[in-house]
Protein backbone atom coordinates (compact mmCIF):
# COMPACT_ATOMS: atom_id res chain seq x y z
CA UNK A 1 0.00 0.00 0.00
CA UNK A 2 1.23 3.61 -1.07
CA UNK A 3 1.70 5.55 2.06
CA UNK A 4 1.86 8.82 0.49
CA UNK A 5 -0.57 10.85 -1.71
CA UNK A 6 0.42 13.09 -4.86
CA UNK A 7 -1.49 14.62 -7.81
CA UNK A 8 -0.70 12.40 -10.84
CA UNK A 9 0.37 15.95 -12.93
CA UNK A 10 0.97 19.78 -12.18
CA UNK A 11 1.89 22.43 -14.69
CA UNK A 12 4.25 25.58 -13.65
CA UNK A 13 5.41 28.47 -15.49
CA UNK A 14 9.07 28.48 -15.96
CA UNK A 15 10.63 31.00 -13.83
CA UNK A 16 7.90 30.62 -10.96
CA UNK A 17 7.73 28.56 -7.87
CA UNK A 18 6.30 25.06 -8.44
CA UNK A 19 4.54 23.70 -4.86
CA UNK A 20 4.23 20.06 -4.98
CA UNK A 21 1.92 18.63 -2.40
CA UNK A 22 2.02 14.91 -0.77
CA UNK A 23 -0.22 13.82 1.54
CA UNK A 24 1.24 10.97 4.33
CA UNK A 25 -1.56 10.79 6.77
CA UNK A 26 -0.43 7.55 8.76
CA UNK A 27 3.45 8.64 8.62
CA UNK A 28 4.90 7.27 12.11
CA UNK A 29 7.13 9.30 14.27
CA UNK A 30 10.30 8.15 13.17
CA UNK A 31 9.64 8.52 9.32
CA UNK A 32 11.65 10.65 7.68
CA UNK A 33 9.90 12.09 4.21
CA UNK A 34 12.01 12.08 1.47
CA UNK A 35 11.55 13.80 -1.62
CA UNK A 36 13.46 12.78 -5.13
CA UNK A 37 12.70 13.03 -8.86
CA UNK A 38 12.86 11.09 -12.22
CA UNK A 39 14.08 13.12 -15.47
CA UNK A 40 12.85 10.19 -18.31
CA UNK A 41 15.10 7.38 -18.62
CA UNK A 42 17.13 8.42 -15.84
CA UNK A 43 17.24 7.09 -11.83
CA UNK A 44 15.77 9.06 -9.61
CA UNK A 45 17.24 11.82 -7.90
CA UNK A 46 17.47 12.68 -4.08
CA UNK A 47 16.13 16.47 -3.52
CA UNK A 48 15.68 16.71 -0.17
CA UNK A 49 14.50 15.11 3.23
CA UNK A 50 13.14 15.86 6.31
CA UNK A 51 11.35 15.19 9.87
CA UNK A 52 10.01 17.88 11.58
CA UNK A 53 11.17 20.67 10.64
CA UNK A 54 11.11 22.67 6.93
CA UNK A 55 14.37 22.09 5.17
CA UNK A 56 16.51 23.93 2.56
CA UNK A 57 18.90 23.23 0.15
CA UNK A 58 20.40 24.38 -3.02
CA UNK A 59 18.01 22.50 -4.81
CA UNK A 60 14.51 23.11 -3.19
CA UNK A 61 12.58 24.02 -0.12
CA UNK A 62 10.71 21.27 2.06
CA UNK A 63 8.12 22.54 4.37
CA UNK A 64 6.44 19.86 6.28
CA UNK A 65 3.25 20.37 8.49
CA UNK A 66 3.11 20.63 11.81
CA UNK A 67 0.75 17.26 12.42
CA UNK A 68 3.56 15.78 9.61
CA UNK A 69 0.58 14.37 7.90
CA UNK A 70 1.37 16.66 4.19
CA UNK A 71 4.45 18.67 3.29
CA UNK A 72 4.93 20.72 0.27
CA UNK A 73 7.82 21.12 -1.77
CA UNK A 74 8.86 24.24 -3.56
CA UNK A 75 11.15 25.05 -6.21
CA UNK A 76 11.53 28.60 -5.73
CA UNK A 77 12.75 29.24 -9.19
CA UNK A 78 11.08 26.68 -11.66
CA UNK A 79 12.89 25.70 -15.23
CA UNK A 80 12.61 23.59 -17.99
CA UNK A 81 14.95 21.11 -16.71
CA UNK A 82 12.92 20.87 -13.52
CA UNK A 83 10.36 18.89 -15.68
CA UNK A 84 10.27 15.48 -14.27
CA UNK A 85 8.40 13.21 -12.21
CA UNK A 86 8.53 14.27 -8.07
CA UNK A 87 8.26 11.38 -5.78
CA UNK A 88 7.66 11.88 -2.05
CA UNK A 89 7.81 9.16 -0.04
CA UNK A 90 7.98 8.04 3.34
CA UNK A 91 10.27 5.76 4.70
CA UNK A 92 11.07 2.50 6.41
CA UNK A 93 8.17 1.16 3.32
CA UNK A 94 10.15 2.30 0.66
CA UNK A 95 7.22 2.73 -1.65
CA UNK A 96 7.64 5.25 -4.42
CA UNK A 97 3.71 5.54 -5.76
CA UNK A 98 3.12 7.40 -9.05
CA UNK A 99 4.25 10.85 -8.48
CA UNK A 100 3.61 14.04 -9.80
CA UNK A 101 4.70 14.99 -13.02
CA UNK A 102 5.47 18.37 -13.45
CA UNK A 103 5.76 19.89 -16.48
CA UNK A 104 7.54 23.14 -16.33
CA UNK A 105 6.02 25.85 -19.75
CA UNK A 106 8.27 27.98 -21.49
CA UNK B 1 33.40 10.39 -6.22
CA UNK B 2 31.39 7.62 -8.31
CA UNK B 3 27.96 6.78 -8.25
CA UNK B 4 26.10 3.94 -8.12
CA UNK B 5 26.42 1.98 -11.57
CA UNK B 6 25.14 -0.88 -13.14
CA UNK B 7 25.50 -3.30 -15.54
CA UNK B 8 24.18 -4.17 -18.46
CA UNK B 9 22.38 -1.02 -19.03
CA UNK B 10 20.15 -2.72 -21.57
CA UNK B 11 19.27 -6.81 -21.64
CA UNK B 12 17.49 -8.29 -24.28
CA UNK B 13 16.64 -12.07 -23.75
CA UNK B 14 14.33 -14.17 -24.55
CA UNK B 15 11.68 -15.94 -22.65
CA UNK B 16 12.59 -18.66 -20.28
CA UNK B 17 16.25 -17.55 -20.14
CA UNK B 18 18.13 -16.54 -16.96
CA UNK B 19 19.79 -13.20 -16.78
CA UNK B 20 22.05 -11.26 -14.15
CA UNK B 21 22.35 -7.58 -13.67
CA UNK B 22 24.66 -6.30 -11.72
CA UNK B 23 24.62 -3.45 -9.20
CA UNK B 24 28.40 -1.34 -7.99
CA UNK B 25 26.99 0.68 -4.78
CA UNK B 26 28.89 3.41 -3.82
CA UNK B 27 32.06 3.21 -1.76
CA UNK B 28 31.23 2.74 2.07
CA UNK B 29 27.29 2.07 1.30
CA UNK B 30 26.30 -0.53 3.47
CA UNK B 31 22.46 -0.49 2.29
CA UNK B 32 21.75 -1.61 -1.00
CA UNK B 33 18.52 -1.71 -2.26
CA UNK B 34 16.53 -3.64 -6.04
CA UNK B 35 13.82 -2.22 -7.40
CA UNK B 36 11.83 -2.27 -10.26
CA UNK B 37 9.72 0.10 -12.71
CA UNK B 38 7.57 -0.45 -15.14
CA UNK B 39 6.68 1.82 -17.80
CA UNK B 40 4.43 4.89 -16.52
CA UNK B 41 4.90 3.56 -12.66
CA UNK B 42 6.78 4.16 -9.79
CA UNK B 43 9.58 2.13 -8.44
CA UNK B 44 8.65 -0.93 -6.56
CA UNK B 45 10.57 -2.05 -4.03
CA UNK B 46 12.33 -5.69 -4.10
CA UNK B 47 14.73 -6.06 -1.96
CA UNK B 48 17.12 -4.40 0.85
CA UNK B 49 20.44 -5.32 1.54
CA UNK B 50 22.28 -4.38 4.89
CA UNK B 51 25.72 -5.41 4.30
CA UNK B 52 25.94 -9.12 3.21
CA UNK B 53 22.37 -9.67 4.23
CA UNK B 54 19.14 -9.43 2.67
CA UNK B 55 17.14 -7.86 5.47
CA UNK B 56 13.94 -7.44 3.79
CA UNK B 57 13.24 -9.02 0.46
CA UNK B 58 9.31 -8.85 0.54
CA UNK B 59 9.17 -7.47 -2.75
CA UNK B 60 9.96 -9.81 -4.19
CA UNK B 61 7.67 -11.21 -6.72
CA UNK B 62 7.90 -15.14 -6.96
CA UNK B 63 10.93 -17.49 -6.66
CA UNK B 64 11.98 -16.81 -9.88
CA UNK B 65 13.96 -13.75 -8.61
CA UNK B 66 16.75 -14.12 -6.14
CA UNK B 67 19.54 -11.64 -5.46
CA UNK B 68 22.98 -11.81 -3.71
CA UNK B 69 25.58 -9.71 -2.12
CA UNK B 70 28.19 -11.85 -1.26
CA UNK B 71 31.55 -9.20 0.20
CA UNK B 72 28.91 -6.22 1.01
CA UNK B 73 29.03 -4.31 -1.57
CA UNK B 74 28.52 -5.32 -5.54
CA UNK B 75 24.85 -7.08 -5.93
CA UNK B 76 23.60 -8.87 -8.30
CA UNK B 77 20.06 -9.67 -9.26
CA UNK B 78 19.15 -13.20 -10.16
CA UNK B 79 16.06 -13.71 -13.01
CA UNK B 80 15.16 -17.75 -13.77
CA UNK B 81 12.85 -18.43 -16.67
CA UNK B 82 11.94 -15.25 -17.37
CA UNK B 83 8.81 -14.33 -18.61
CA UNK B 84 7.58 -11.23 -20.76
CA UNK B 85 5.80 -9.46 -17.94
CA UNK B 86 9.51 -9.27 -16.25
CA UNK B 87 10.19 -6.58 -18.84
CA UNK B 88 10.82 -3.55 -16.92
CA UNK B 89 13.83 -1.30 -15.69
CA UNK B 90 15.47 -2.74 -12.87
CA UNK B 91 17.14 -0.45 -10.44
CA UNK B 92 19.83 -0.25 -7.75
CA UNK B 93 20.41 1.82 -4.85
CA UNK B 94 22.62 2.65 -2.11
CA UNK B 95 22.81 4.40 1.11
CA UNK B 96 25.18 4.32 4.47
CA UNK B 97 22.65 2.79 6.07
CA UNK B 98 18.73 1.98 6.18
CA UNK B 99 16.49 5.10 5.76
CA UNK B 100 19.31 7.50 4.76
CA UNK B 101 19.77 9.27 1.51
CA UNK B 102 19.28 6.35 -1.64
CA UNK B 103 21.64 7.24 -4.36
CA UNK B 104 20.30 5.88 -7.78
CA UNK B 105 22.01 3.89 -10.38
CA UNK B 106 20.74 4.22 -14.15
CA UNK B 107 18.83 1.03 -14.20
CA UNK B 108 19.11 -1.99 -16.41
CA UNK B 109 16.53 -1.92 -18.84
CA UNK B 110 15.32 -5.58 -19.50
CA UNK B 111 13.13 -7.05 -22.46
CA UNK B 112 12.01 -10.47 -22.66
CA UNK B 113 11.03 -11.67 -26.02
Known amino acids: DAKTTQPPSMDCAEGRAANLPCNHS???????VYWYRQIHSQGPQYIIH???NNETNEMASLIITEDRKSSTLILPHATLRDTAVYYC???????FGQGTRLTINP | GAGVSQTPSNKVTEKGKYVELRCDPI?????LYWYRQSLGQGPEFLIY????????DSGLPNDRFFAVRPEGSVSTLKIQRTERGDSAVYLC???????????FGPGTRLLVL
Open chain 2, 27 to 31: SGHTA
Open chain 1, 26 to 32: TISGNEY
Open chain 2, 49 to 56: FQGTGAAD
Open chain 1, 50 to 52: GLK
Open chain 2, 93 to 103: ASSLGYQETQY
Open chain 1, 89 to 95: IVTQKLV
